[in-house]
């Protein structure tokens, strides 16, 4: 199971009654790098092989070891990130930026752009002012806030350690630990690469999907990469740089509200969204490939999926075809102190012999 971990004092696009939710998203490691699309996964034996403990152990504590060394205490703190879409959608440009200052833990700012996607939101306390030029965020966007600012990971159970060997991965000598994820009928192969030295984490694959940092610089206690890419199979999707510094001296006029907010206030309790007719596509064919697209949108008031986006454009007719089939559950929504309210969040859809 993953989890991508951000300090609260670090910025995050949140709905504004999340405040009482936890403040990390666990994700099952066979499909949940952050903002994985399109993943392959084959049909497993029936009997999973017998996993040496000793070995997974040694898995785990470098696993760990890595992510600690990237949680730092979060000081009050400004972050920048300059990315680059290398195949940008049709109509959307090839660059952006992210800007996220923070003086308090309830005292924020966020700053997205995008080509003609604008976003701004401040937090005054219990208090959100939200200001986006357009109701749905590009998905390129989204990718690239999952994965800042690192990707942090830990295995679980359903994660088979199959070997862990010395390697090399651009240039640096690393430790390598091949391992395969068992879910349901599914089997899906993946890595973990961490520098032999430093014990940084330097690259997560998952099935075809591949996540590579680097550039790792001080902040305050700990090490944050730099430089992040997103990969599937051998075409470089995303390309970040990023960077974070401590920072007291805000000017009084940063946390202005912007002009056209709209003003929401956090929930004093807060009821997640749970499935209540989600049924995935019928299977098309025998085949032992399985193809997991995810879908990022929000469940409205009426409990009907809204503002749907396909994380994925290796395949753009399962895209496609995904947003059609998440268009069709239904939800009991999210309740606010009991009212029925909206939540953001990611849908899965898994073809099977497509």
């Avoid at 075409?235 to 920072?247: F, H, M, P």
């Avoid at 949108?297 to 059609?324: F, S, T, Y």
């Amino acid at each position: 199971m993953l989890c991508a971990r951000r300090h609260p004092l670090v910025g995050q696009i949140l709905p504004a009654y999340t405040r009482s939710m936890r403040r990390c998203a666990f994700l099952w490691f066979w499909l949940c790098i952050p903002a994985c699309f399109g993943q392959t996964t084959t049909l497993r034996p029936d009997a999973a092989p017998v996993e040496d403990p000793l070995l997974h152990a040694e898995a785990v504590r470098l696993m760990e070891r890595a992510v600690m060394l990237t949680t730092p205490t979060w000081p009050a703190n400004e972050e920048f990130a300059n990315f680059r879409v290398l195949h940008p959608a049709a109509g959307e440009v090839s660059e952006g930026s992210i800007k996220i200052g923070v003086q308090t833990p309830v005292n924020k700012r966020w700053e997205f752009t995008y080509g003609n996607y604008k976003f701004i939101r401040v937090q005054d306390d219990s208090e959100f002012a939200t200001y986006r030029s357009e109701i749905t965020e590009p998905a390129a966007l989204t990718s690239v806030r999952k994965l800042l600012p690192a990707f942090r990971g830990r295995f679980e159970p359903a994660d088979l350690i199959r070997t862990i060997a010395d390697a090399t991965v651009e240039g640096r000598p690393a430790r390598c630990i091949d391992f395969d994820t068992l879910k349901g009928d599914q089997q899906q192969s993946g890595q973990v690469c961490v520098d032999a030295n430093s014990g940084f984490l330097l690259s997560v694959r998952q099935g075809d999907e591949t996540i590579r940092q680097s550039a790792y610089f001080r902040f305050n206690n700990a090490w944050l990469p730099g430089h992040i890419e997103r990969w599937v199979s051998n075409d470089k999707l995303l390309d970040i740089d990023s960077n974070v510094v401590v920072r007291t001296d805000y000017p009084t006029e940063y946390f202005d509200y912007p002009p056209d907010a709209r003003i929401d206030h956090s929930c004093g309790e807060f009821h997640r969204a749970f499935a209540d007719n989600t049924p995935q596509p019928v299977p098309k064919t025998l085949s032992n490939e399985a193809i997991t697209v995810r879908v990022h949108g929000r469940v409205g008031k009426d409990g009907k999926p809204a503002a749907l986006k396909a994380l994925d454009n290796a395949r753009p007719d399962l895209a496609q075809e995904a947003v059609h089939v998440v268009s069709m559950w239904t939800f009991h929504p999210a309740m606010c102190v009991y009212q029925p309210s909206t939540q953001e969040m990611d849908f899965e859809v898994t073809f099977k012999g497509w």
